[in-house]
């Protein structure tokens, strides 16, 4: 095995320790899981300002930039987890493990899958192991948006899976606060980096930040904000609800490719701390620059990287292009951003609301077809 795949099986030492309390629990007649039992929760999709795109392949997976996201309320994953199968005393393995089986819809395309991504495989093996080993799930999720074309449907998807994990083993029982929100974090990143940005625990997360510490690991926090912000709005502009061909894992993988990589791990980090003030201080503008410059920087990433992923198309420029003039005429305060997709995210003020339903309207008679709209 190359160090890379044997870092993508490894976990970091304290969610060990965490996996291996589930297991003394279970050892212990505290824990225990039957044919039938089930987990439900749901979590929002977030969508990044300032953007996480690169990752150390053999640091467990974690960011090579801090990342600050919107939570995004209204655009969410809910997930049922049923057990097939039950627990055997220890040593007295099961004949038959149970497969784990996964069942995803979603409101846009009205289509379903049925199997499973090798991906959530892997992934269900790895936090099951050692606790839960001989027995499977059935998971059963729904998004409320458009999957895999760039409004986070992994980052809604793998926080929901986490949280109806946590619901089904009862860890509010088990864990303190603090370990509860680091499991939950850690294995949504694991499972989608961005998915972590979905976990925060606290009643109100309008921005969640996904920081990179000093000695290479990275936590989650919960920003506090000006008043004003709880006018944000937000909606997106779908010009395109394929699949994307490149998915954004392997999309990461290549990031550092790009010769303009370094360049933005150093700016990202240099205006991280003023990014986070101009939140508390609402400072409109510098949010703006710096959330649709950030947009421009990773996809010029992903455009000279090798491969290179391009996930734009002709329309996204033209969006994007009128939405700018459009903003310089009306003075609105709004700003756009994008995801790993060609579907153009608008962030405005409340009050701007009619001038951004004009704007919408406009774009569906200049692209000659009614394009849909999320929010
Ligand atoms: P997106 O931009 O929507 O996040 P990605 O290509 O990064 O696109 O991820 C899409 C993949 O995430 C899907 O193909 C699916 O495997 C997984 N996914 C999406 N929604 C869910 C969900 N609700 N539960 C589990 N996995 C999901």
Redesign the pocket.
């Known amino acids: 095995m190359t160090k890379i795949e044997q870092s993508q099986f490894s976990i970091p030492k304290k969610l060990e320790k965490l996996q291996n309390k589930l297991l003394n629990l279970r050892q212990t007649g505290k824990l225990l899981l039957q044919n039938g039992d089930v987990g439900i929760a749901s979590a929002p999709s977030n969508i990044a300002l300032i953007k996480y795109w690169g990752k150390n392949k053999l640091k467990f997976q974690e960011p090579d930039n801090s990342s600050l996201s919107f939570t995004l309320d209204h655009f969410r994953?809910q997930?049922n987890i049923t057990v097939r199968g039950r627990f055997f005393p220890e040593g007295d393995a099961p004949e038959y493990v149970p497969e784990n089986l996964?069942h995803?819809t979603?409101s846009e395309s009205q289509k379903s899958?049925e199997v499973i991504?090798e991906?959530?495989s892997k992934f269900l093996k790895r936090i099951l192991h050692p606790y839960a080993n001989d027995i499977g799930l059935k998971?059963e999720?729904?998004?409320n948006f458009?999957?895999?074309?760039?409004?986070?449907?992994?980052?809604?998807?793998?926080a929901?899976?986490c949280f109806a994990l946590d619901n089904l083993l009862n860890l509010e029982k088990h864990f303190s606060l603090l370990e509860r929100q680091y499991w939950l974090s850690q294995w949504s990143r694991l499972g989608?980096g961005?998915a972590l940005r979905s976990t925060c625990l606290a009643s109100s997360s309008k921005f969640v930040s996904w920081e990179l510490k000093k000695n290479g690991s990275s936590e989650i926090k919960n920003i506090s904000y000006h008043k004003e912000w709880n006018h944000l709005q937000h909606c997106v502009l779908i010009l395109d609800s394929k699949?994307?061909e490149v998915?954004?894992?392997s999309g990461h993988l290549f990031a550092d490719t790009s010769p303009f990589y370094k360049i933005r791990l150093s700016y990202v980090e240099e205006n991280f701390t003023k990014f986070k003030q101009a939140i508390e201080e609402f400072d409109f503008d510098f949010i703006t620059k710096f959330t649709e410059y950030d947009a421009f920087f990773m996809h010029s990433i992903m455009h000279t990287s090798t491969p290179q992923a391009i996930y734009l198309n002709t329309e996204t420029s033209f969006v994007i292009s009128e939405f700018v003039r459009f903003r310089q005429k009306t003075k609105i305060k709004a700003f756009w951003t994008l995801?790993?997709?060609p579907n153009v995210h608008i962030l405005y003020l409340q009050k701007y609301h009619a001038q951004i339903k004009r704007f919408q309207k406009f774009i569906s008679k200049e692209i000659g077809r009614k394009i849909k709209v999320y929010e």
């Open positions: 994953a997930t996964f995803l979603d899958t991504p991906k959530l998971i999720s729904e998004n458009p999957t895999a074309c760039g409004i986070a449907s992994s980052a809604a998807g793998f929901a899976l989608s961005s699949e994307k998915s954004s894992s995801d790993a997709g």
